[in-house]
């Protein structure tokens, strides 16, 4: 198929009509593209690199942001922090650790949920049971408590430094292991429908091994739902993130997220230094907000029986 | 059966309406107050800290106490003084009894004393002087030192009496060693004379204490009941201010001031406080803890401090952390202390980035180094703020310093020096210290400068072990010279020594900053005690 051939049937395809369509969609869309970009090139775009301390000074501190204040400097168009921090290129650096504990959460809890669910569906009797009560036990709680609780206990069983150090894998795995149940559940839900029909029964008269007919065969039929799902976690993750962060469990201070941003910010809410807060504030919003929208589209666009 | 009946419920009514009685004729008067941090210890010997020993001041008496002057006025002893120029006697207060009922009397004394400057207590520093601490009688004990010691009542004002039957009763006759997280029953538990009596301990969440009906004193506050809750958070504390959730926020941020004055319902209390955060260095070990140069260590080198010294802008810091309420100084001690000598008080200047890094070269660091610094996050004002924008200054001469800022009660235990006198476990680190027992310059230097010894108890919180032969010599020589003038000579020279050494970075005074509701009348002295027997609710 050619490129031409491709982009006219993609042009032709429901998806892009459904995509067109929806204004709302498309600004989704727009700004989450433009979020992405901004905050992964932030290393070429940010006017300052504000953690590293030798750029710093504390005469900068405090500067209010560009048209509020007189002593404002187009040098730090949002305004610097306490520290001298520009805060437009700390959103920028806050926003890529967001996003990249985001999306590793969140692809950490799709390949562990698929596993899973592909094996307890797959596999049945005593491994499904199994795997299915622990996912019910774990529905229970609220995902923010599993990751305070996996955070927590990597605390104890480590230095203070040393957390600083592996504090991002501590949550993306916190993250993760709290969000794998939504996708076991459905991919084990599409498994139970998938493997009665003549494909898969086939796949096993060849002799196949069953690893082989779960990945080859069944897993791509049942892709459909679990990005829907994936999609939404995105928005999710980044939110739990921010709250382990806002709570001073995230991410620390030297290497902060969006949530970290916020809960430094938060320190000086009531003394006139507003900007410090805000921004980050507006940014984590305006994020979440169009990662959900995309989310919602892609449930609805994806869905035969909403067409 | 009917009549039994009848007979509980008229037994009930009579009791509600006795209990309703009491409470309409004395009006319920209770107190909250917040702090950033908790309170480490319900201990009074556990660590040497202001706000600890403050705060325990209101559970447990001292023998002779500060008034609201800060001069000494009788507590648990009524008459005090010297015999000879080495002995001391304290006449004590008779009929005074303990929180449980039981009498107080000497054998308390002498038990608390020697507590206090044993075992994990972190107050030995006040016992240089002692020889021997005996019991006369019931309601005398004296005190014989090595040496005339003109200042030890004073010294004591801040050593609290407990128990004798109740630590030992509990196990908590010896005191526990704060550096080694040590805990016993003193620690959430507590027995004094004083005017009030700890009714409820959660560490880290809320201490709720009552008055004591049977106190000595005659109270001159009219409360009830004081809570006290540790929020960490300054902007989650001052919205409890506001909402009138708390009564009294003691150490308001610096830069929620301005927010609090121009409420109506709020006011705020400040004055400039005689406690000195300054910066300290590991003089003693000879290969640094946490650094990437191995087998010496930089800060032996004079040139290593002044170049760190010298790159530490202490006016950026006053206007943007503190919003100019610090007082920078140069000086381990602050004006109004006996002993500061304006004249030396002048930070040497600034010293431009390439200038400090040719310092270091010829130390024989071209290309700076690396090292750990530990700094509280609950305890001075803005301390972790402070010591993040030192990271930055450092950073812009070479120096990558690692900062590990947590609260108080880890932080002090990881700092301090050991009970068997080995340096803390440190390599740079934040601290303040007042000498608000004597009120004089002397204690900084026994403390804080003179070379750390565990028999003479000298240095004991001099952290990293800074040690000048001549400075001990002139700072033993000061103890007990009585002609002021020569006196005055010799601190001039220790200052001169220690300043020029660059031994520490004294950064500022912090400003003592306190605010409360409209309602509530209190009495700040300089030395940011907070003693609550003169709060009064309106």
Redesign the interface.
């Known amino acids: 198929m050619s490129l031409a051939e491709f982009a006219r049937r993609a042009a032709d395809s429901d998806i892009w009509y459904s995509f067109r369509s929806s204004p709302v969609v498309v600004w989704a869309t727009g700004v989450t593209l433009f979020i992405l970009l901004a905050a992964f090139l932030s290393p070429v775009l940010a006017p300052h690199t504000p953690f590293?301390?030798?750029t710093?000074?504390?005469?900068d501190?405090?500067k209010p942001p560009v048209f509020f204040g007189d002593d404002a400097d187009w040098t730090f168009p949002l305004g610097t922090d306490?520290?001298?921090r520009d805060v437009l290129s700390s959103i920028m650096y806050g926003t890529r650790l967001s996003l990249v504990v985001g999306f590793a959460a969140t692809a950490f809890a799709m390949v562990l949920g698929i596993a899973l669910g592909l094996v307890s569906g797959y596999v049945g009797g005593a491994v499904d049971a199994f795997i299915m009560r622990l996912a019910d036990v774990q529905l229970t709680f609220p995902a923010l408590l599993v990751a305070l609780l996996i955070d927590g206990v990597v605390r104890g069983l480590i230095s203070?430094?040393r957390h600083d150090e592996i504090a991002i894998y501590v949550i993306v795995g916190a993250i993760g292991l709290s969000f794998w149940v939504q996708y076991a559940r459905t991919v084990r839900g599409s498994v139970l429908v998938e493997k009665n029909k003549e494909y898969v029964q086939a796949a096993r008269v060849i002799g196949l091994s069953p690893v082989l007919i779960m990945v080859r065969h069944v897993l791509p039929n049942v892709m459909g739902p679990v990005l829907v799902i994936a999609t939404i976690n995105l928005g999710l993750a980044i939110l739990t993130e921010a709250t382990l962060s806002f709570l001073g469990v995230g991410l620390p201070?030297?290497e902060p997220s969006l949530g970290t941003l916020i809960r430094l910010g938060?320190?000086?809410?009531?003394?006139?230094?507003w900007w410090i807060v805000i921004f980050p504030g507006i940014t984590l919003a305006v994020l979440v907000l169009a990662v959900n929208l995309l989310g919602d589209w892609l449930r609805d666009a994806l869905n035969p029986k909403l067409r | 059966m009917k009549a039994e009946l009848r007979r509980w419920a008229l037994a009930g009514a009579a009791a509600l309406a006795l209990g309703l009685g009491a409470a309409s004729t004395t009006e319920a008067k209770t107190f909250k107050w917040a702090n950033a941090g908790d309170v480490s210890s319900m201990d009074p010997y556990y660590r040497n800290e202001t706000f600890l020993l403050a705060f325990l001041e209101n559970i447990y008496d001292p023998l002779v106490r500060r008034d609201e002057k800060l001069g000494l006025e009788p507590a648990l002893a009524v008459k005090w003084g010297q015999m000879s120029p080495t002995t001391w006697f304290f006449d004590l207060r008779p009929n005074v009894k303990f929180h449980d009922g039981s009498p107080f009397t000497a054998d308390d004394v002498v038990f608390s004393l020697n507590r206090a400057s044993s075992g994990g207590s972190n107050l030995k520093g006040n016992f240089t002087s002692v020889k021997e601490i005996r019991k006369v009688n019931d309601h005398r004990v004296e005190v014989d030192t090595k040496y005339p010691d003109p200042l030890l009542a004073s010294k004591w004002a801040l050593i609290l009496i407990m128990s004798k039957a109740w630590a030992e009763k509990n196990n908590a006759a010896v005191a526990a060693d704060a550096t080694k997280n040590e805990e016993n029953f003193a620690t959430r538990n507590a027995m004094g004379t004083g005017g009030f009596m700890l009714k409820e301990r959660r560490a880290g969440e809320k201490t709720v204490l009552v008055p004591n009906p049977n106190w000595w004193d005659k109270p001159k506050h009219n409360l009830t009941e004081v809570i006290f809750t540790p929020i960490p958070?300054?902007?989650t504390r001052?919205?409890a201010l506001k909402a009138g959730d708390i009564d009294m926020m003691y150490e308001v941020?610096p830069?929620?001031t301005?927010?609090l004055k121009r409420d109506a319902n709020l006011k705020v209390i400040e004055g400039p406080e005689t406690r000195v955060v300054y910066l300290g260095f590991d003089h003693e070990r000879d290969e640094l803890l946490e650094s990437n140069i191995k087998g010496k260590n930089p800060f032996k080198d004079r040139r290593v401090r002044e170049a760190f010294h010298r790159s530490i802008?202490v006016q950026?810091?006053r206007?943007?952390?503190m919003r100019g309420q610090s007082f920078p100084t140069n000086l381990m001690v602050a004006p109004g202390i006996n002993g500061y000598v304006k004249e030396l008080d002048k930070r040497p200047p600034l010293l431009k980035p390439e200038e400090a890094k040719k310092l270091l070269a010829d130390a024989g660091y071209p290309d700076g180094f690396e090292t750990g610094m530990d700094c509280p996050n609950d305890r001075y004002v803005n301390d972790e703020?402070i010591c993040?924008?030192v990271?930055?200054?450092?950073?812009?001469i070479g120096i990558k310093?690692?900062?590990?800022a947590?609260t108080r009660s880890?932080y002090f235990s990881k700092i301090l020096r050991k009970a068997d006198n080995s340096p803390g476990e440190t390599s740079f680190f934040m601290l303040g210290w007042s000498p608000a027992t004597t009120y004089d310059v002397h204690n900084v230097f026994e403390s804080l400068i003179q070379t750390p010894n565990k028999e003479t108890k000298k240095g004991l919180f001099n952290v990293g072990g800074y040690s000048n032969k001549k400075v001990d010599e002139l700072s033993d020589k000061m103890e007990q010279e009585t002609d002021t003038e020569k006196r005055d000579a010799m601190i001039y020279e220790a200052t001169k020594l220690y300043t020029e050494d660059y031994a520490y970075i004294p950064l500022h005074q912090q400003a003592v900053i306190w605010a409360a509701r409209k309602n509530i009348e209190l009495h700040q002295p300089a030395d940011n005690r907070f003693p609550l027997r003169f709060v009064q609710v309106k």
């Open positions: 590293d301390p030798a710093l000074n504390l005469m501190a405090l306490e520290q001298g203070v430094q201070s030297t938060n320190d000086v809410l009531l003394s006139g230094t | 958070n300054p902007a001052v919205a941020p830069q929620d301005d927010g802008d950026a810091i206007r943007a952390v703020k993040q924008a990271v930055a200054m450092l950073a812009r310093v690692n900062l590990l947590q880890k």
